[in-house]
Nanobody
């Protein structure tokens, strides 16, 4: 089992930055790939980014490519999402998720085995 806890959300003006953290426990984070998703009110949960267990491979949604960066520190069992040049349309609850294997970079929600409780990000115009 893996437990995930997000932090770092908040209110920021358009053009600003935030860094989200996802602290993992229960199993060493070096044993699974991790991802970030988001869900805006009235919309489906959508893929944002994913990173393999060692950080060798990352993948991003087109909507955040060039603005967001996913990273991880396995020594701290923590994944991060650095969000720059934020836009009002980035407003959502952001969720950390984990695959059950090291190299899985699939994007579908149902492919992820573990989820955090989410953290709110609000970008004002």
């Amino acid at each position: 089992q893996v437990q995930l806890v997000e932090s770092g959300g908040g209110l920021v003006q358009a053009g600003g930055s935030l860094r989200l953290s996802c602290a993992a426990s229960g199993r060493p984070s070096s044993t699974y790939a991790m991802g970030w998703f988001r869900q805006a009110p009235g919309k489906a949960r959508e893929f944002v980014a994913v990173i393999t267990y060692n950080g060798a491979i990352t993948d991003y949604a087109d909507s955040v490519k060039g603005r967001f960066t996913i990273s991880r520190d396995n020594a701290k069992n923590t994944a991060y999402l650095q969000m720059n040049s934020l836009k009002p349309e980035d407003t959502a609850v952001y969720y950390c998720a984990a695959h059950s294997t090291r190299w899985d970079t699939r994007r579908a929600v149902y492919e992820y085995a573990y989820w955090g409780q989410g953290t709110q990000v609000t970008v004002s115009s």
